[in-house]
């Protein structure tokens, strides 16, 4: 109830339509991330030139854009799947070099390993490492509770709805403890109810873990509820892309953002920029 | 509630259809004997097949008790499958992963292929003799051969994305190999398990015409060159059993070990 009254105060508030700013980050020293005039080609023909952005410790970066527009190239270049053939990619000043725990990815279709218990799916990077068995089963706890999946340790991802095993996806970044989380349009193919309830999980878990996030969408809804930036792509080849700031109200996770004024007009202008 | 019952009843349906065909076979069988139109040189009657199996059982095949005659086989078939199946998986998971380990074993291994086995006796007599070590070989081969193309088959069944998640969490190359692409292959191996174990005892007679006075093969060729046709008829079917009872094994563990197979 309190939110609503904070929301229709808000609603008096005079209407401006928000300007999509230079692509230029806000000047915070020590970016996590830093993309330097970052150049990709395939098979000889560029996809994009000269893109350079910096995203801040525990900010969530919105990329947004239409198929093929090369947001999916972004994040896997960040992820190391790919490597800039121009420019530089730098994750917390170093270049990126190869995929590596500190950039977690959470994928379109989970990416789960049916073969393993939920516990073992979330704590495979400390497998990995080398953590002994009731260190793995500790933190396999708490990043379970931490995404809501408390009692489904024991269960096998098949057994578990789409949404849930996205949520095993995101608790099994999260134990990594990464620098930036990667999120590929990781919620595209669940339904709206599913959806909405993730993304402020999302937000939730960045206000208790303070994790940096890149997230790829082509919604322009799930962008504004979730970003503090939105990054709009159309065409990359000549490297320049509208930055949009957003600025709702905190908690950010809160679900009557949706219907902020300030969301409504954010949507609205994206979606004018989009059809020009 | 429906469906647990008609889930029941095709359970049932099921075993009933499995258990009733052999049994029209077998009524087949003891008709077309009984009416004595087939020479029993040909197709003995399953009583007197069921009498020389119990002659065996009592008095053992040419000095050797039957037992012996089957444990030999088992041990044959069992050292072979046994290392052809490790080796096999090994070199198939490498092969589907290592793109120069495919190409290293690409044209030795798909030229020996297509060899029947039985072409190959000749030269493993000159080569290993007609001891053990042949006729082991000879099953080894084919356990392998089967087992390496099922393992490379399934490690490219492996998912481009759960590879590049076990990459993002840290995995260090085995760590893929023994989390990922092993598993991702496992639902093909255990298939080729199958299809190995049915070769194998296949291969297991003719490694057995390699010479020698044990195994069951040689029960099946010693009688067959007496015309004995009756033993001949009981050490196949005892065969056929080994191969129905360990193929029914294989399929039971594979249930349980690839248990999340078909599950998405």
């Known amino acids: 109830m309190s939110s609503y009254k904070a929301l229709s105060v808000v609603a008096d508030q005079p209407f401006e339509t928000p300007e999509p700013n230079s692509s230029k980050a806000p000047s915070v020293m020590n970016p996590v991330l830093k993309f330097e005039k970052v150049g990709f080609q395939y098979d000889g023909r560029p996809i994009m030139r000269d893109v350079s952005f910096a995203m801040q410790p525990g900010e969530i970066v919105a990329v947004l854009g239409p198929s093929g527009c090369g947001k999916t190239t972004i994040l896997n270049m960040v992820a190391g799947f790919l490597d800039p053939t121009d420019g530089v990619a730098l994750i917390d000043g170093r270049e990126i070099r190869g995929p ?76 990594a403890k990464p620098k930036v989380m990667l999120m590929d349009e990781p919620f595209s193919a669940l339904d709206v109810q599913t959806r909405e309830v993730l993304q402020e999980e999302v937000l939730r878990i960045r206000e208790r873990t303070g994790c940096t996030t890149l997230f790829v969408t082509h919604s322009i ?20 892309f509208d930055t949009f700031s957003v600025d709702l109200p905190a908690p950010r996770g809160n679900p009557e953002n949706r219907l902020h004024p300030a969301f409504i007009r954010l949507r609205e202008a994206i979606y004018r920029r989009m059809r020009h | 509630m429906t469906s647990t019952t008609a889930a029941t009843r095709a359970k049932r349906q099921y075993l009933a259809i499995a258990i009733l ?46 037992w012996m005659h089957v444990g030999v086989s088992l041990q044959r078939v069992g050292v072979a499958f046994v290392t052809g199946t490790t080796l096999g998986v090994t070199i198939g998971l490498l092969r589907g992963r290592i793109p120069n380990v495919d190409a290293l074993f690409l044209v030795p291994f798909e030229l020996v292929r297509p ?92 490694a057995e015409l390699l010479g020698g006075d044990r195994g069951l093969g040689f029960v099946i060729l010693d009688a067959s060159s007496f015309f004995r046709t009756t033993y001949v008829f009981a050490g196949i079917i005892l065969i056929g059993l080994i191969g129905l009872l360990s193929d029914r094994v294989i399929a039971w563990f594979s249930r349980r070990i690839v248990h999340w197979e078909g599950k998405r």
């Open chain 1, 221 to 240: 809804d799930e962008a504004v509820f979730l970003g503090d930036r939105i990054f709009l792509l159309t065409d990359l080849k000549d490297g320049a």
């Open chain 2, 21 to 66: 065909s052999p049994l029209a076979i077998f009524l087949a069988w003891t008709l077309v004997t009984a009416q004595g139109g087939v020479a029993p040189i040909i197709l003995p009657s399953p009583g007197a097949v069921a009498a020389s199996f119990l002659d065996m059982v009592q008095n053992g095949y040419s000095g050797v008790d039957l």
């Open chain 2, 115 to 206: 060899i029947p086995p039985l072409g190959l006796i000749p030269l493993f007599i000159l080569w290993f003799g007609i001891g053990e070590l042949s006729k082991i070989l000879l099953i080894f081969l084919s356990v392998f051969l089967i087992m390496m193309v099922n393992a490379q088959a399934g490690s490219r069944s492996c998912a481009v994305d759960a590879l590049r998640a076990a990459q993002s969490m840290g995995a260090k190359r085995w760590q893929i190999f023994r989390f990922v692409v092993l598993p991702s292959a496992l639902p093909q191996i255990m298939t080729g398990l199958r299809i190995a174990m049915g070769t194998a005892l296949t291969i297991l007679v003719a």
């Open chain 1, 100 to 175: 590596g725990p500190d950039r977690g990815v959470v994928f379109q279709a989970a990416a789960l390993f049916d073969w393993m218990t939920v516990a073992d799916n979330i704590s495979f990077s400390l497998r990995c490492a080398g953590r002994p068995r009731a260190e793995r089963r500790q933190v396999a706890e708490e990043m379970a509770a931490l995404v809501g999946l408390t009692g489904f340790e024991d269960a096998y991802p098949y057994q578990l709805s789409g949404g849930m095993r996205q949520r095993v996806g995101l608790a099994r970044v999260l134990a």
